[in-house]
């Protein structure tokens, strides 16, 4: 099968971000949907930090694609006592559209690194893919 060039970030997401004082790694997933080159998402990861029940921590992410350069915002919202703060993100990603990787920011200046691989073909890719593919007729 051929491969086929992909022509958004649009799909489902697994990485792991990096802690720079003792390499700490925690791992996340993300969904993204990207349109001319803007895109919004949704996070989870493992609760690593909170002082909470919850065991899973959720964020939003709003993004730029421009070429290969990418760059989103991760924004944490859990209630009064959780995390409420958000995270800059800057990368490029790979010409197939599968790999992201750089840095993340906090405000402070504190910073890490992050990776993300695509774990899907992307909506409108495996859709082009079922429509291209031949159909075998029997006799």
């Given at each position: 099968?051929?491969?086929k060039?992909?022509s958004?970030?649009?799909?489902s997401?697994?990485?792991?971000?990096?802690y720079?004082?003792?390499?700490?790694e925690?791992?996340?997933?993300?969904?993204?949907?990207?349109?001319?080159?803007?895109?919004?998402?949704a996070t989870?990861?493992?609760?690593?930090?909170?002082n909470?029940t919850?065991?899973?921590?959720?964020?939003?992410?709003?993004?730029?694609?421009?070429?290969?350069?990418?760059t989103?915002?991760?924004?944490?919202?859990?209630?009064?006592?959780?995390?409420?703060?958000?995270?800059?993100?800057?990368?490029s990603?790979?010409?197939?559209?599968t790999?992201?990787?750089?840095?993340?920011?906090?405000a402070?200046?504190w910073?890490g690194?992050f990776?993300?691989?695509?774990?899907?073909?992307?909506?409108?890719?495996?859709?082009?893919?079922?429509?291209?593919?031949?159909i075998e007729?029997?006799?």
């Amino acid at each position: 099968m051929t491969s086929k060039r992909r022509s958004s970030l649009t799909g489902s997401w697994s990485g792991a971000y990096r802690y720079p004082d003792n390499g700490q790694e925690t791992v996340f997933n993300a969904q993204i949907e990207e349109t001319a080159g803007a895109f919004i998402g949704a996070t989870q990861e493992p609760n690593e930090f909170l002082n909470t029940t919850d065991a899973v921590l959720y964020g939003e992410i709003d993004g730029a694609r421009d070429g290969s350069a990418v760059t989103f915002v991760k924004f944490y919202n859990h209630g009064e006592e959780g995390a409420r703060h958000s995270i800059r993100y800057e990368g490029s990603v790979d010409e197939n559209l599968t790999r992201i990787e750089g840095r993340w920011i906090v405000a402070s200046g504190w910073s890490g690194t992050f990776f993300m691989t695509r774990d899907d073909l992307g909506e409108a890719e495996a859709v082009k893919l079922e429509v291209e593919a031949p159909i075998e007729v029997r006799k």
